[in-house]
């Protein structure tokens, strides 16, 4: 059974920067795709970046540059290092698992197994 647990949110500014975690149970790295999405109050959710079986990563234009995603398998967790954040940043972070499709690791779509979220607020 896939389980998917977040941590490290919390409270930043400005400019600083924070890494989540996300720890994996049940998950087949050869043949799942994992992400990380957000949705603040009011708004959609959205997805942020993908990182495909190969670790190959991807990412919405409105963090490339900013965010990494990154896996440790052995450690079974999922990473989201966030850098130069800005106040829109500030929403709950999900993580995000799914099978594998043949066109590969979407951004927004495919995803099945969900965390719980973990609060990421940027504020002065």
């Known amino acids: 059974q896939v389980h998917l647990v977040e941590s490290g949110g919390g409270s930043v500014q400005p400019g600083g920067s924070l890494t989540l975690s996300c720890a994996l149970s049940?998950?087949?790295?050869?043949?799942?795709?994992l992400s990380w999405f957000r949705q603040a109050p009011g708004k959609a959710r959205e997805g942020l970046g993908a990182i495909d079986t190969d670790d190959y990563t991807n990412y919405a234009d409105v963090v490339k540059g900013r965010f990494t995603i990154s896996k440790t398998n052995a450690a079974n967790t999922l990473y989201l290092r966030m850098n130069s954040l800005k106040a829109e940043d500030t929403a709950m972070y999900y993580c995000a698992a799914g099978v594998r499709r043949p066109f590969g690791c979407a951004i927004n779509v495919g995803y099945t197994f969900w965390g719980r979220g973990t609060q990421v607020t940027v504020t002065d």
């Open positions: 049940g998950v087949n790295y050869d043949t799942f795709c």
